[in-house]
C-alpha cells in the first residue's frame, strides 16, 4: 500500500488550540495492540523516525507556529528529546538567567508522569487550561515547533494584529527557517497528497500564512487545502468603557481587514479553503455561538470551542486518510471547486444523534431540523443547487431499519430498500436537495470522547453518544458525528457581506497596516477582487 | 526570558519632564543589564525558559530579543541595536552602552537647567569631530589572508571561547577567500553553515565543496562514489497523480489506468534521458554519476537509478542548486531534454553520513569550488546555535574589512583617541555648545571603562592611564584586558571595523537626541520613531 502523505502547518493561537484537539483525537485513537480494525492510514498525517538516543518515534508530520511566551510548559524542541545540557563553553563567566518553572496542571502532571489511567480521572480543566499546550497529549517532533521571537504572546504593546506585520516576518529568517523545515518533511515523502494548511486569519498569522501559501504554491506543485479560522471570542469583545469600545472598535476593524485580506490571496493561491467559527458571525465579532443540541460550550472558552473545529476537521478528513486510498486530498478539492469557487463552507452536526431505542430510518424520515449546522462564518448553508461532500461516521449498520418482521410502518418509507448507512444516507440527501450533487462517505467508528477531550455533553447521551431512553446516566465514551464541504450559489451572500462589511472601513483608520507597507492603490485592488470573486459563485449553472 | 520591568509600560501618560527622566531611567536600565557583555571578558549569559530552552549567547542583540521589552523605551534601544546588527552584525553592545551614557552625561546638564536641544545640537557637532578622529584612524589594508586573520579573531574572540575562536577564525577567513572573486562583492550566502548534532564532538571544518541535510532515498544506491558528474536539476522526477477519482462523476477504472500509464511515461521519458547520458559518459570508465534535484524524485524513478548505479537526491534547497553550481561548476538544468555533458559539474568524491535520522551527503574534492561549507558539530542545539551565531560574526566581520579596505585599531583605542581630541575641540567652541560636546566625550569613555570593569580593573584608574599615555604618544592607545595596562592594540593584532564604528556614532547620537527630545517626540507619535 502506498501512502499519500499529507504536512500540516498550523499558524496562530487559536488554530493551535484547535490543533491541539485534532492531534490528541489522532493520537488517543492509536491501537497499540493490533486487535482493533481501523479504517484510517495513521501515516498520512504522522511520520516514523528515530530520537537522538536511537528510539523509535512516531509524530505528526507537522509544523506549527506562535508566539513567544504561548508555549507554557512544553518545551520549543517538541518534548521529546532531553535536552542535552553540558556544552563546551569553558568561557570564565557564565551567568544563568532562569525564567522560573510554570505551574503544570493536573493532566500535564500526569502526563509527564506517565499516568495510565486518564481516562478514569476527573480533570477540571475548564479552570486549568491557559494555553493549548495545556491539554496537548502528543508530543513533537524537534522541528514542529516554530516561535516567533519578534512579538509576545499576549501582549498590548506590541501586538502582532495586521496581516502585513506577518507578511514582513515571512520575509525574515523565520520564514526562511520554516521554509526548510517544510522542505525536510516534504524530501521525506514518497507521494506527498498535498499541504493542510490553518490559520488564524484575524491577526499577523494570517499573513504569515499567507506568505507561506504562496510559497508552497511556487515550489511545490502540490495540492493545497487552507481552513482560515475565526477564534469563537475575542478578550475585547465586551467593552464597558468609552475608551475600551473605541479600542474594541478598532480591533474589529483590524481583524475584518484581515479576513479580507486573507480570503482574497486564498483565492488566489490554493486549491480550497474553507472559513471556520464557531461564532454565528465571524465578523465584526464573531456573534452568537453555533448551537449543538446536547453540546454547552461557552465561546468564550478556547479550549470547548477548538474541541468542536477540530472534531469537524478530523470528519472531513476521514476520506482521503481512509486505508482503502481511493480519494486524495486533491480529488476532494477538484470536486468542490467548479467554476473558479475555491471557497466552500463546512457544517458540522455532533454528535449526530437519536434515541437509542430509534433507528436511522425513522430518525430520518422525521426529523424536520437540518442534520448539520454551518460552522463557516456568516454563511447559512442553502438546500439546493449544491455540491456536497459528506462524512458520516459512528452509525452501526445494525441501527439502520428494523428487520423484515419487525419492520412495522417501516416497509411504508421508501428507504427501506436502503441497505447501508451510506445508501440511506444518499437518498436521504438526493429527497432533501433539490439539484445537488452528494458524495457520502460512511466511516464505521465514531469519534472516540478521550480526556482531554471537553466534558461538554448533556447526561441525556449514552455511553455511545445515542439519546437515552431511560434514566441512568452513563459517561460519553464516543459520538457520530456527521460533517460536510458544500459549494453553490449560496456563498455569493458570505463574500458580498465581507465586501460590504470591509468596504465600510475607511483605509485612513488603517495607518497602521500603511506604516507596515500596504499602499492604498493594492488594498482597493485587493477589495475589488473579492467582488470579481464573488461572480465565479452567481453564473446560473445546471448540472 | 528574564523580563526587565522598568517602568510603567504608558507612555502616554508621562508628561514631557517626566518622560525624560522615564527615558534615562529606562536607558540605565537595560545599560546595566548589558554592560557585563562587552569585550572578550565579558559575561556570558545562559537564558533559560520555563519549559527548558536554552539559549546561551553574549551577543548585546540577541539578548535584547530574548528579553521581554515591554517598555518603549527600551524597545526603541532595541531596534537600534538590531539596526547595527542588519547593517554591520557587530557593535550591538556598545550602541545600547552608548546610548545610555549619552543619555546620563545629558542628564547632568539637563538638571542643572541647560535644555535639552542645546545637548543634542552640541552632540551633533561632536558626532561630526568623532568622525573626523575616526577617518584619521584608518588602517588601509591589502586583501589577504595576514590582513583578515586579526580583525577576526579579534572578533571571534568576544563571542567564543579564545581555542575555539583561532579554529573558527581560520574556517571563516578561507571560507570567505575561497569564495571571493577579486572586483566582486562577496556573497555570504555561498558560505553554506551546516548544523551537525552530535553526542560527543565539537568541532568546526572548512569543507571545500557542499554539505547537504539530506541523502538518497533508496537502499541500493551506493553510499560512496569517487570521480562523480554532477548533474544538478530542477525537474519533477515524481509521478503526480492528478485528479483521477471523483465522487459525483463516474470514471471507469480503465478510463482511471489509461490517465496514470500515460503520465507515468511522461516522467519515465525524464528518468531514461538521465539513464542515456549516465551510459554515454560513464559506462566503461571509472566515473560515476549523481542526480541533485530541486524536485521530487518517486520510489519508481529511484528505483531505476539505483539499478545504473545512480545517486540521487531530490527536494534540495533551492539556494543549493546555486551554490553547487558555483563548486561544482556545471548548470542548474530546468530540463532533461538537451543534456550534454558541458551541463553537468564534477566532483571528486560524494559520499553519505548517517547521524540517528539524519543523512548528509557531501559533495566534495570540488576543482575550483566558489561554495563552501563551514560544518558545525556540536553536542546540542543550543551549543550549535552558539557557533552558528559567531561564525556569521566572523564572516561579517571578514566581509565589513574587505569592502571598507580598512581596519581601526581597537581596545577603545578609537574611543579614548576621541575623548582627547573632542576635549580640546571643545575649548575652540564658543558658547554652551561645548557643554553638549563635553558630554559626548565623557559618554565614549563608557566602552573603555567597561572593558575595565570586566576584567576586573578600576575604570578611573584606568582612564587616567590611558589619557595620559595617549596625550604623550602619537600612535592610537588601548587596553590591555590582561594587566590593565596601556598598549598599542596595533601590536597585538586588535582591530575593529571601521564601518561598525561609524554606524554606531551616527546611530547612537540619533536615537539619544530622540529620546532627550521627548516632548517633540511625544507629539509626532511613537510610532514615527519605527526603524
Ligand atoms: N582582545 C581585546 N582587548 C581589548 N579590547 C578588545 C579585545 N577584543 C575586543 N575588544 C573590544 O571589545 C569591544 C567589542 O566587544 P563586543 O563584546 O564584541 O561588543 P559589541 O557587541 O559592541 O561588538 C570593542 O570595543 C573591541 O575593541
Ligand atoms: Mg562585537
Not at chain 1, 469537524?312 to 486524495?328: E, F, P
Not at chain 1, 448553508?381 to 461532500?389: G, S
Not at chain 1, 445537488?436 to 478521550?450: D, G
Amino acid at each position: 500500500m502506498c501512502t499519500r502523505e499529507i504536512l500540516t502547518l498550523q499558524f496562530g493561537h487559536y488554530t493551535n488550540y484547535v490543533g491541539s484537539h485534532f492531534w490528541n483525537i489522532q493520537e488517543l485513537s492509536f491501537d497499540y495492540t493490533g486487535t482493533v480494525k481501523t479504517e484510517c492510514n495513521h501515516d498520512i498525517l504522522y511520520r516514523e523516525g528515530q530520537s537522538s538516543s536511537g528510539e523509535v518515534t512516531y509524530t505528526p508530520r507537522l509544523l506549527l507556529a506562535d508566539l513567544k511566551g504561548s508555549l507554557k510548559t512544553l518545551p520549543a524542541t517538541g518534548g521529546l528529546e532531553e535536552t542535552n545540557l553540558e556544552g563546551d563553553f569553558s568561557w570564565e563567566e557564565v551567568e544563568t538567567i532562569k525564567e522560573p518553572e510554570p505551574d503544570k496542571n493536573e493532566f500535564i502532571k500526569d502526563i509527564n508522569a506517565g499516568t495510565s489511567n486518564l481516562q478514569d480521572k476527573e480533570y477540571k480543566l475548564e479552570q486549568d487550561i491557559n494555553t493549548w499546550t495545556d491539554y496537548l497529549y502528543p508530543r513533537f517532533h524537534s522541528r514542529t515547533v516554530n516561535i516567533i521571537k519578534e512579538y509576545q504572546h499576549s501582549s498590548e504593546n506590541e501586538s502582532f494584529d495586521i496581516f502585513t506585520s506577518g507578511s514582513t516576518l515571512w520575509k525574515s529568517d523565520i520564514g526562511e527557517t520554516f521554509a526548510d523545515n517544510i522542505r525536510k518533511y516534504v524530501e521525506e515523502c514518497d507521494s506527498l497528497q498535498g499541504f493542510q494548511v490553518n490559520f488564524d486569519c484575524t491577526d499577523g498569522f494570517s499573513g504569515l500564512a499567507l506568505g507561506c501559501i504562496e510559497h508552497i504554491g511556487d515550489e511545490y506543485s502540490k495540492t493545497i487545502l487552507s481552513y482560515p479560522i475565526i477564534a469563537s471570542h475575542f478578550s475585547d469583545n465586551s467593552p464597558s468603557t468609552e475608551e475600551e469600545r473605541e479600542k474594541s472598535t478598532l480591533k474589529d476593524s483590524f481583524r475584518l481587514v484581515n479576513i479580507a485580506l486573507s480570503i482574497e490571496a486564498l483565492s488566489q493561491h490554493v486549491k480550497l479553503f474553507v472559513p471556520l467559527c464557531t461564532g454565528e458571525k465571524g465578523w465584526r465579532k464573531p456573534g452568537n455561538p453555533r448551537l449543538f443540541d446536547y453540546i454547552d460550550y461557552k465561546p468564550e472558552c478556547y479550549y470547548h470551542s477548538s474541541a468542536l473545529l477540530a472534531s469537524a476537521m478530523d470528519s472531513l478528513g476521514q476520506k482521503y486518510r481512509h486505508k482503502s486510498n481511493v480519494y486524495t486530498m486533491s480529488d476532494v478539492c477538484a470536486d468542490m471547486t467548479g467554476y473558479g469557487r475555491k471557497m466552500a463552507a463546512a457544517s458540522l452536526g455532533i454528535p449526530f444523534t437519536f434515541s437509542e431505542s430509534q433507528y436511522l430510518i425513522e430518525y430520518l424520515n422525521s426529523t424536520t431540523k437540518l442534520i448539520y449546522q454551518s460552522i463557516t462564518p456568516s454563511c447559512k448553508i442553502a438546500t439546493d443547487k449544491l455540491f456536497q461532500l459528506i462524512t458520516v461516521r459512528g452509525i452501526p449498520e445494525t441501527y439502520l431499519k428494523a428487520p423484515m418482521k419487525e419492520a412495522k410502518e417501516q416497509l411504508n418509507i421508501p428507504a427501506y430498500r436502503c441497505n447501508s448507512v451510506k445508501e440511506m444516507f444518499e437518498l436521504y440527501f438526493q429527497a432533501n436537495n433539490f439539484l445537488s450533487a452528494t458524495n457520502v462517505t460512511v466511516c464505521e467508528k465514531p469519534l472516540e470522547l478521550k480526556t482531554p477531550y471537553p466534558r461538554f455533553f448533556s447526561d441525556r447521551l449514552n455511553k455511545y453518544g445515542f439519546i437515552n431512553s431511560g434514566p441512568e446516566s452513563e459517561k460519553v465514551e464516543s459520538c457520530p458525528v456527521i460533517a460536510g464541504l458544500h459549494n453553490g450559489n449560496f456563498m455569493a451572500d458570505m463574500i458580498e457581506k465581507l465586501h460590504r462589511d470591509v468596504s465600510r472601513i475607511k483605509f485612513s483608520k488603517l495607518h497602521k497596516f500603511g506604516n507596515e507597507g500596504l499602499e492604498y492603490g493594492d488594498y482597493k485592488e485587493c477589495l475589488d477582487r473579492i467582488a470579481e470573486f464573488k461572480d465565479n459563485y452567481e453564473d446560473n449553472f445546471e448540472l | 526570558m528574564a523580563a526587565i520591568s522598568l517602568l510603567n509600560p504608558k507612555a502616554e501618560f508621562a508628561r514631557a519632564a517626566q518622560a525624560l527622566a522615564v527615558n534615562i531611567t529606562a536607558a540605565k536600565g537595560i545599560q546595566d543589564v548589558m554592560k557585563t557583555n562587552l569585550g572578550p571578558k565579558g559575561t556570558m549569559k545562559m537564558l533559560v525558559s520555563g519549559a527548558g530552552d536554552i539559549k546561551i549567547t553574549k551577543d548585546g542583540n540577541v539578548l535584547l530579543h530574548e528579553m521581554q521589552i515591554q517598555h518603549p523605551t527600551a524597545s526603541l534601544i532595541a531596534r537600534a541595536s538590531t539596526a547595527q546588527d542588519d547593517a554591520t552584525g557587530d557593535g550591538t553592545t556598545s550602541t545600547v552602552l552608548l546610548i545610555g551614557e549619552l543619555l546620563k552625561q545629558a542628564d547632568i546638564y539637563i538638571s542643572e537647567g541647560l535644555h535639552p536641544r542645546i545637548i543634542t545640537e552640541g552632540f551633533d557637532v561632536a558626532r561630526n569631530k568623532a568622525l573626523e578622529v575616526l577617518e584619521s584612524m584608518k588602517i588601509p589594508i591589502e586583501i589577504k589572508r595576514e590582513n583578515l586573520i586579526d580583525i577576526t579573531r579579534t572578533a571571534l574572540k568576544t563571542k567564543v571561547h579564545p581555542s575555539l575562536a583561532e579554529v573558527l577564525t581560520d574556517a571563516c577567513v578561507d571560507s570567505v577567500l575561497a569564495i571571493r572573486v577579486e572586483g566582486k562583492p562577496v556573497d555570504l550566502h555561498m558560505v553554506e553553515l551546516m548544523e551537525m548534532q552530535h553526542k560527543t564532538a565539537t568541532e568546526t571544518t572548512l569543507i571545500k565543496g557542499l554539505v547537504l541535510d539530506h541523502g538518497a532515498r533508496h537502499p541500493d544506491m551506493p553510499k560512496r562514489v569517487e570521480n562523480a558528474y554532477i548533474l544538478t536539476c530542477n525537474v519533477s522526477l515524481e509521478y503526480e497523480k492528478t485528479e483521477v477519482n471523483s465522487g459525483f462523476f463516474y470514471k471507469s477504472a480503465e478510463d482511471r489506468e489509461k490517465l496514470i500509464a500515460a503520465e507515468r511515461e511522461f516522467i519515465d521519458q525524464r528518468v531514461k534521458k538521465i539513464v542515456a547520458l549516465k551510459k554515454k559518459l560513464c559506462d566503461g570508465t571509472d566515473k560515476s554519476f549523481v542526480v541533485i534535484n530541486q524536485k521530487g524524485i518517486d520510489p519508481l524513478s529511484l528505483d531505476v537509478l539505483a539499478k545504473e548505479g545512480i545517486i540521487a537526491l531530490r527536494r534540495a534547497k533551492r539556494r543549493n542548486m546555486e551554490r553547487l553550481a558555483l563548486a561544482c561548476g556545471g548548470i542548474a538544468m530546468n530540463s532533461v531534454d538537451d543534456l550534454t555533458e558541458e551541463c553537468l559539474g564534477y566532483a571528486g568524491l560524494v559520499y553519505e553520513h548517517i547521524l540517528g535520522e539524519e543523512k548528509y551527503t557531501f559533495v566534495e574534492d570540488c576543482k575550483n569550488p566558489q561554495s563552501v561549507t563551514i560544518l558545525i558539530k556540536g553536542p546540542n542545539k543550543h551549543t550549535l546555535t552558539q557557533i552558528k551565531d559567531a561564525v556569521r560574526d566572523g564572516l561579517r566581520a571578514i566581509n565589513n574589512a574587505i569592502e571598507d579596505k580598512c581596519l581601526v585599531p581597537g581596545a577603545a583605542a578609537f574611543e579614548v583617541k576621541a575623548n582627547n581630541e573632542l576635549l580640546k575641540f571643545k575649548d575652540t567652541v564658543k558658547g554652551k555648545l561645548r557643554l553638549g560636546i563635553q558630554a559626548y566625550a565623557e559618554a565614549l569613555l563608557v566602552i573603555p571603562k567597561t572593558l575595565a570593569v570586566n576584567s576586573g580593573y578600576d575604570a578611573q584608574d584606568t582612564i587616567v592611564k590611558l589619557q595620559e599615555e595617549s596625550r604623550l604618544n602619537p600612535d592610537p592607545i588601548g587596553l590591555d584586558l590582561s594587566t590593565g595596562e596601556a598598549i598599542k592594540p596595533i601590536d597585538l593584532g586588535i582591530y575593529d571595523n571601521y564601518i561598525v564604528k561609524k554606524q554606531i556614532l551616527n546611530s547612537c547620537s540619533v536615537i539619544a537626541s530622540n529620546l532627550l527630545l521627548v516632548d517633540e517626540i511625544m507629539r509626532a507619535g511613537m510610532s514615527s520613531l519605527k526603524g
